[in-house]
T-cell receptor, first 114, second 112 residues
Framework: NAGVTQTPKFQVLKTGQSMTLQCAQD?????MYWYRQDPGMGLRLIYY???????DKGEVPNGYNVSRLNKREFSLRLESAAPSQTSVYFC?????????????FGPGTRLTVL | DQQVKQNSPSLSVQEGRISILNCDYT??????FLWYKKYPAEGPTFLIS?????DKNEDGRFTVFLNKSAKHLSLHIVPSQPGDSAVYFC???????????FGTGTSLTVIP
């Protein structure tokens, strides 16, 4: 059982380049989330998808877009990367949105924007 | 504005002793709290939770205490083991349908 998988694990971009971070879960969860973790800031929610077909902004959505491709997959796109988007990105999933159910996290993608 | 704060970035404890990790929050509407544990190069994993109707929840060596009047929660690990060395995040939310807010994390080192 793989849980939540993320690709790539590491990525270096130049300012202005675009890329898509991929996330997939095999737990048949309804809700999926994208967070970023910066030093001294904790994890901050970028976007989430409460259920297949829906997406909503979180705390720090600017500069990002998301696609809930199907129940399993939730991708995060940076259209024009900026150095401020250098961070570690975590995808998570849960059975219910924001319920008492825990969220299960992927291993993270470490992104550096030069 | 950081609504959930972990003011100690790091903590070192001898093996077998108690580890106490602290978390403070500013939003009195928060009613559900969790602790996550994170090893390097891995995602956070759920450790223990508590709802605001309780003031204590235990799970083996891990106990979470909630002091609503002080807007403070703590995680006690007894006895501490070297495998507990990790970064611990607390998180909080208010009501149903609302997002979790995470603290900045405390790095625990348990010295053998």
């Amino acid at each position: 059982n793989a849980g939540v998988t993320q690709t790539p694990k590491f990525q270096v971009l130049k300012t202005g380049q675009s890329m898509t971070l991929q996330c997939a879960q095999d737990m048949n969860h309804n809700s999926m989330y994208w967070y970023r973790q910066d030093p001294g800031m904790g994890l901050r929610l970028i976007y989430y998808s409460a259920s297949e077909g829906t997406t909503d902004k979180g705390e720090v959505p600017n500069g990002y877009n998301v696609s809930r491709l199907n129940k399993r997959e939730f991708s995060l796109r940076l259209e024009s990367a900026a150095p401020s988007q250098t961070s570690v990105y975590f995808c998570a999933s849960s059975d219910r949105p924001w319920g008492s159910d825990t969220q299960y996290f992927g291993p993270g993608t470490r992104l550096t924007v030069l | 504005d950081q609504q959930v704060k972990q003011n100690s970035p790091s903590l070192s404890v001898q093996e077998g002793r108690i580890s106490i990790l602290n978390c403070d929050y500013t939003n009195s509407m928060f009613d559900y709290f969790l602790w996550y544990k994170k090893y390097p190069a891995e995602g956070p994993t759920f450790l223990i939770s508590i709802s605001s109707i309780k003031d204590k929840n235990e799970d083996g060596r891990f106990t979470v205490f909630l002091n609503k009047s002080a807007k403070h929660l703590s995680l006690h690990i007894v006895p501490s083991q070297p495998g507990d060395s990790a970064v611990y995040f607390c998180a909080a939310k208010r009501g149903a349908g609302n997002q979790f807010y995470f603290g900045t994390g405390t790095s625990l080192t348990v010295i053998p």
